[in-house]
């Protein structure tokens, strides 16, 4: 939009052909049977994402590319192999780059790099089972050009497993945890209730019998003891991913502009005082103020270790 713009300006472009441009940038029609929506970037702050299931192997296939061509990337879910061998042949055929993560795809145009945005996402597996719609959530994170570490199979069977990466990854300072849990769904109530960064549950369709399509695991993140704790339909990646780049990209925002760990400042809190909702004593005359939280650590460099999500 902003190309056009700046074409329309420099007088390379009329007004009319500008306004054309500009509703081709918003909205693309692919032979009357998909209508694929080019400004919601700029619009919502995240792409569009085809889902594959229910598409035609070539259908999905062109609608990404069409997407990788005109914003200079594309994505996909959902991907049968069928889908995974269309939208092989047709990249290869335009010369994009083609990312996988599992079951999901992100088709890149040569030489495109998502503009870096501020936000940390921190992203955590009860198995390795629930790995597909958790790489559903790193796709959409790595698309919005935001950090995201994911930690995988640190389920409630052997939970031990789970504090040495939740320490490490709650020292990485992330705005918003994202747990994908499948079976019993525990993970994601025990991990809100260990840390004081937002939480989103994944249910996964992981499990036996009744209840293991994910409805186990989705009611028990709805009766979740652990406040604050949100979710997301089953198997969601994609929406799980959304929220967790918005909520980030707010609550790094708010950091930048100088309030401490990105808590918003209201009328009755003044900059600077944690955001945590908490009974008050009534200060006297020879009471001391509270303690201020400390500033946000610097975001110029991650700490070292392997476990930084590889593209």
Not at 103 to 130: N, W
Not at 292 to 308: D, H, I, L, V, W
């Amino acid at each position: 939009m902003r190309r056009i713009l700046h074409r329309l300006l420099a007088g390379e472009l009329s007004e009319v052909e500008a306004e054309a441009e500009l509703r081709r940038v918003q909205l693309e029609e692919l032979a009357g049977r998909a209508r694929l929506d080019l400004g919601r970037g700029n619009r919502r702050g995240l792409p569009e994402v085809v889902l594959a299931s229910g598409k035609s192997p070539q259908d999905a296939a062109r609608l990404v590319v069409t997407l990788a061509r005109e914003q200079g990337q594309g994505l996909a879910s959902r991907l049968t192999e069928e889908h995974w061998e269309a939208l092989t042949g047709l990249v290869a055929e335009a010369g994009y780059e083609l990312r996988r993560y599992q079951r999901a795809a992100r088709v890149l145009r040569p030489g495109f790099i998502p503009e870096p945005r501020a936000g940390r996402v921190g992203v955590l597996t009860a198995g390795t089972s629930d790995l597909a719609a958790a790489e559903e959530v790193r796709l959409l994170v790595e698309a919005c050009g935001m950090e995201v570490r994911l930690e995988a199979d640190l389920g409630v069977a052997g939970l031990h497993r789970l504090l040495a990466p939740l320490a490490e990854l709650v020292a990485w300072d992330p705005d918003v945890l994202v747990v994908a849990a499948g079976m019993d769904g525990v993970l994601p109530g025990v991990v809100a209730g260990l840390v004081e960064v937002p939480v989103i549950g994944l249910p996964v369709a992981t499990g036996y019998g009744a209840g293991g399509g994910g409805e186990a695991a989705l009611l028990t993140m709805l009766q979740s003891c652990s406040t604050g704790l949100v979710l997301v339909n089953i198997d969601n990646g994609i929406a799980a991913g959304a929220g967790a780049v918005l909520i980030a990209g707010r609550a790094a925002a708010r950091a930048a502009q100088g309030s401490p760990a990105g808590h918003r400042a209201g009328p009755d809190r003044p900059p600077g005082q944690d955001g945590d909702v908490q009974a008050e004593p009534v200060a006297g005359p020879d009471s001391e103020p509270p303690p201020q939280r400390p500033a946000r650590a610097s975001r110029a460099k991650a700490p070292p270790g392997p476990r930084r999500s590889q593209r």
